[in-house]
């Protein structure tokens, strides 16, 4: 016979669980719409820089700015964007997945790549498999701002006009809709498809278009990034709310097949008991 | 007086948009100030405070860290990495960092570290500068 402490012992467990995936998932949708938010007010800076930087560029063709050339690629870089805890799904296995993929694919030896990790979960995948990770950043606030992201993105920028490497490929979870994100990967430097702006005004460079193109591609390169790690962060905490939803449901179904059980193994035991009393009164007769 | 429409965009969202008859801003290569109908025109913006003179006559400071502006005749936009209008500077939390940029531009006078600590320094005055208005 079943153990009727027992069942009742996983029921309790089970049901604490639940508490707390049901609270992380009340959390992850309270934060998944202040993210959306975050990213919304960031559109009209991007959109804004996105117009300004076509306007330019189409201007005046070829200015040999180097961020808009490309040159023969000799070292490519990665830019991994993915969530410092678990328990969000599949959020960081797809998006490692894809980049490894990638790698193995492109890249016979560890000297052609490098890694920049953001995220714990990223950042340590790569460490352990001894992959060259030369920048990363980790415990990232759940609503970022853009001082939070100055640092990585600047040094990314910077490590590609020096010539560290000669290709940005950045990798990140693109929120679609609450319950669905893929992973998206997006060449970031060198500059090689910036959309001519239509139809803008041409425009007086103050002093040049050359120096404005200086101040300018940084810039807009660093806000490529940050408008990424919006959509990321996003992506994260849909990711984690799915996550946490499907386990809720779970820990639901396994209550009412355990309370199931529970009940057949009470009644059994009770007509055991039965049985036993009339079987020894009638032994009595 | 003619007005024209100025907004200034950070990626946290924007944090400023009115009418005004004028915009004083600090460009890499000097001032310039820039009335309603002016030609199309982008320039790349220092760290300072940026004057918007409103119609009425009264005048409005905005600190801004770098970044550009872009004209055009009916519409201003200052696209910056961060920029706050006077009224809400946190003066204590600019105060923390003057003191911390100070020290460390004292600390490392020969370090590549240098012309960071000297800009956050610089950014650091700004803001005070404008919260007090003395510009």
């Known amino acids: 016979m079943v153990n009727l402490r027992e069942i009742k012992g996983r029921i309790n467990s089970t049901k604490s669980t639940k508490q707390i995936t049901k609270a992380m998932q009340m959390v992850s949708s309270s934060k998944l719409r202040r993210a959306e938010q975050n990213a919304k007010s960031y559109v009209p800076y991007m959109e804004k820089i996105q117009e300004v930087v076509g306007a330019i560029a189409s201007g005046t063709k070829d200015s040999g700015h180097p961020m808009l050339t490309s040159r023969p690629v000799k070292k490519t870089a990665y830019l991994v964007i993915g969530s410092d805890r678990g328990l969000a799904g599949a959020y960081n296995s797809s998006i490692l997945r894809e980049v490894q993929s990638t790698i193995n694919q492109r890249h016979k030896s560890k000297d052609e790549y490098v890694i920049l990790a953001v995220g714990r979960v990223v950042r340590d995948y790569f460490v352990k498999r001894d992959h060259n990770v030369i920048a990363d950043v980790v415990a990232l606030p759940d609503q970022p701002t853009f001082a939070d992201i100055k640092e990585i993105a600047r040094n990314a920028v910077g490590m590609f006009i020096d010539g560290t490497y000669d290709e940005l490929h950045m990798y990140y979870n693109h929120f679609v809709s609450a319950i669905a994100n893929e992973v998206t990967a997006k060449k970031v430097l060198p500059l090689t498809d910036i959309a001519p702006a239509a139809g803008t005004a041409s425009y007086e460079f103050e002093p040049s278009g050359e120096a404005i193109l200086e101040v300018l591609l940084p810039q807009y390169a660093e806000s490529l990034i940050y408008g990424a790690l919006l959509d990321g962060k996003a992506s994260e905490h849909s990711a984690r709310m799915t996550a946490m939803k499907n386990a809720t449901d779970n820990a639901n179904d396994r209550i009412s097949e355990l309370s199931l059980q529970y009940n057949r193994a009470r009644q059994a035991a009770i007509t055991q008991e039965i049985t036993e009393i009339v079987g020894g009164a009638a032994a009595l007769e | ?135």
């Open chain 2, 1 to 135: 007086m003619k007005t024209v429409t100025v907004n200034i965009v950070t990626p946290d969202g924007p944090v400023y948009d009115s009418e005004v008859s004028m915009v004083i801003a600090k460009t890499t290569s000097g001032e310039i100030g820039v009335l309603a109908g002016h030609i199309p025109t982008v320039a790349p913006l220092a760290i300072g405070a940026v004057k918007l003179k409103k119609a009425d006559g009264s005048t409005e400071l905005a600190a801004v860290s770098g970044g550009f502006i872009e004209v055009r005749p009916d519409k201003i936009s200052i696209l910056a990495p961060s920029a706050e209008v006077a009224s809400t500077i946190d003066l204590a939390r600019a105060k923390a960092a003057l003191a911390r940029a100070e020290e460390r531009v004292q600390k490392q006078k020969d370090n590549i570290d240098f012309k960071r600590a000297e800009l956050s320094l610089k950014r650091a005055l700004n803001r005070i500068n404008v919260h007090q208005g003395n510009i």
